[in-house]
């Protein structure tokens, strides 16, 4: 494991462990997906560090696996078709997360983030 791709562990695992949360009630099941998704971002890590933004490329990893955990759990409650915006919501409302950590997690600018929570506090309020 490099440095780097252990550095991007540390500071991302638990950020997506909480995450993780929302769609899976047990912390261990949580757990479990966050690492499944952090050994296939391992196995492409040469590419993601190359590519032009890693977090965003680390986090469309986590979010397919979450995903795909999901509807091979066969969880009670299916996991609705979210989209990235509302992914963004559901790590500020939901997780608690400020809108500076869900740019460094997601790989995208803070005013993107603002306006995004904006349009989807509008338009998806009366859903949670």
Not at 6 to 34: G, K
Not at 87 to 111: C, K, Q, R, W
Request: charged share 25%; with cysteine; proline share 5%.
């Amino acid at each position: 494991m490099s440095v780097e791709f252990a550095a991007f562990c540390e500071l991302h695992e638990p950020r997506y462990r909480s995450y993780a949360r929302v769609w899976f009630q047990e912390p261990a099941a949580a757990h479990r997906v966050v690492r499944l998704a952090l050994r296939e971002l391992a196995e492409v890590w040469p590419a993601v560090l190359g590519s032009s933004n890693p977090a965003a490329a680390a986090w469309q990893i986590l979010r397919d696996t979450v995903t795909e955990q999901h509807a091979l759990a066969g969880a009670e409650r299916p996991r609705p078709d979210v989209d990235a915006e509302e992914d963004l919501a559901i790590l500020h409302y939901v997780v608690g997360l400020a809108t500076p950590e869900i740019a460094d997690v997601v790989g995208v600018d803070t005013a993107s983030i603002t306006s995004a929570l904006r349009q989807t506090h509008r338009r998806r309020t009366t859903d949670w």
